[in-house]
């Protein structure tokens, strides 16, 4: 996954060049691909209208339209960027996906000195750490993977292993800081559904 900063807001570009925006008042944005599609969220844990982009511009100009077109905008200029670095292969092509069934996405995220959580909608966590380091937790399985860097295999841990590992060890350092920032994130999301 790979990601940029608007502001408050966060773009992310996944391995199957599906493009979401987190919003910094919680609404969501995942565009599908091919870019044909949205799937807009209003908050973290509301269902999502899909909005089809080669009609939606045609559509009566409304105060609800001007602000999904601002979003859609950011979500357009993020998935430019993002992608200029992807190199597509046929492989990679998604074609008729059903924009009725939730795409993949991020549905929450935290930073915290310079390092960002990330929940995705399956319950999975990346962590992307101040120093590259990255860390993806496997919810169903409680497994972890962690990286130095991109060229490195990744080394799939159990939890309990882990948590086994001596104090000192990088590894357990950074699922100990996961888990803070997993412990703000949930924080986060209770202070918002109590508004």
Not at 59 to 76: D, F, G, N, T
């Amino acid at each position: 996954m790979k990601f940029c900063l608007h502001g408050e807001d966060i773009g992310y570009l996944l391995g199957n060049g599906t493009v979401g925006v987190c919003f910094k008042e919680t609404s969501r944005i995942v565009m599908d691909p091919n870019e044909t599609f949205i799937q807009y969220y209003t908050n973290y844990d509301s269902s999502f209208e899909t909005i089809n982009l080669s009609t939606f511009s045609k559509k009566k100009s409304s105060q609800k339209k001007e602000m999904l077109m601002a979003k859609i905008s950011l979500a357009m200029r993020f998935a430019k960027s993002l992608k200029k670095t992807k190199i597509p292969s046929p492989d990679s092509a998604v074609d008729n996906l059903d924009p009725t069934v939730p795409l993949y996405h991020v549905k929450y995220f935290v930073t915290e000195n310079d390092s960002f959580l990330f929940k995705f909608s399956d319950k999975n966590i990346q962590v992307n750490f101040s120093d590259h380091t990255k860390m993806i937790i496997f919810w169903n399985t409680k497994k972890l993977c962690f990286v130095r860097n991109i060229t490195e295999k990744c080394c799939l841990l159990d939890l309990n292993d882990v948590a086994n590992m001596s104090s000192n060890s990088d590894i357990r350092q950074k699922f100990k800081n996961a888990k803070l920032m997993l412990s703000d994130l949930g924080t986060k999301i209770k202070a918002f559904v109590k508004m």
